[in-house]
T-cell receptor, first 117, second 119 residues
Framework: AQSVAQPEDQVNVAEGNPLTVKCTYS??????LFWYVQYPNRGLQFLLK??????LVKGSYGFEAEFNKSQTSFHLKKPSALVSDSALYFC???????????????FGKGTKLSVKP | GAVVSQHPSRVICKSGTSVKIECRSL??????MFWYRQFPKKSLMLMAT?????????EQGVEKDKFLINHASLTLSTLTVTSAHPEDSSFYIC???????????????FGSGTRLTVV
């Protein structure tokens, strides 16, 4: 079965410091991986995705993620955190098509990022 | 581009009543819409997948008679919570798949969510 794990419930970072939000995945075959951010009582906003190609993916708002096949990881990173980055972050993998399924996303449990001034 | 408009953003209803949540694709045709439910401080759990013109596919454990999904057109999918109970209170989010081509910025686009409170 496909799954995504986000081992940290919360990550605390000081403004200006680099941040990392961890994600590991379990899939058969090549994964399609995504990162989304959610602000309170809002839907999800796309940050970046990995489908194929370069292992380092650059996304919105200065975020990037590195696909590591050997470690089955797709950690989200940013060189310098902002207070406005404080939000809930979700890692997701696309469910493989089967029996007519259209391939929904399977989400990790989410990691709350708190950036303090 | 690829915007999904979800309404209402917030609704409070009495136990036993029904509530309809709408998701409209504004600038594209959404042949497939996913409906998720999010519990407080929890991840998004897929409830069902709706395809335009056909019956929705429900995930295991989701009552299809309670959560009615209609996808009658390529731009509108609705979720109706029937005979709502307090335990149905949650945050509901729709999502449309906008394509899997690697040059598309968004593989999926999400509605802004509906906070349902049943009293």
């Amino acid at each position: 079965a496909q799954s995504v794990a986000q081992p940290e419930d919360q990550v605390n970072v000081a403004e200006g410091n680099p941040l990392t939000v961890k994600c590991t995945y379990s899939v058969s075959g090549n994964p399609y991986l995504f990162w989304y951010v959610q602000y309170p009582n809002r839907g999800l906003q796309f940050l970046l995705k990995y489908i194929t190609g370069d292992n380092l993916v650059k996304g919105s708002y200065g975020f990037e993620a590195e696909f590591n096949k050997s470690q089955t990881s797709f950690h989200l990173k940013k060189p310098s955190a902002l207070v406005s980055d404080s939000a809930l972050y979700f890692c997701a993998v696309r469910r493989l098509h089967y029996g007519g399924s259209q391939g929904n996303l399977i989400f990790g449990k989410g990691t709350k990022l708190s950036v303090k001034p | 581009g690829a915007v999904v408009s979800q309404h209402p953003s917030r609704v409070i209803c009495k136990s036993g009543t029904s509530v309809k949540i709408e998701c409209r694709s504004l600038d594209f045709q959404a042949t497939t819409m996913f409906w998720y439910r999010q519990f407080p401080k929890k991840s998004l759990m897929l409830m069902a997948t709706s395809n335009e013109g056909s019956k929705a596919t429900y995930e295991q454990g989701v009552e299809k008679d309670k959560f009615l999904i209609n996808h009658a057109s390529l731009t509108l999918s609705t979720l109706t919570v029937t005979s709502a109970h307090p335990e149905d209170s949650s945050f509901y989010i729709c999502s449309a798949r906008v394509g899997l081509r690697t040059d598309r910025a968004h593989g999926y686009t999400f509605g802004s969510g509906t906070r349902l409170t049943v009293v």
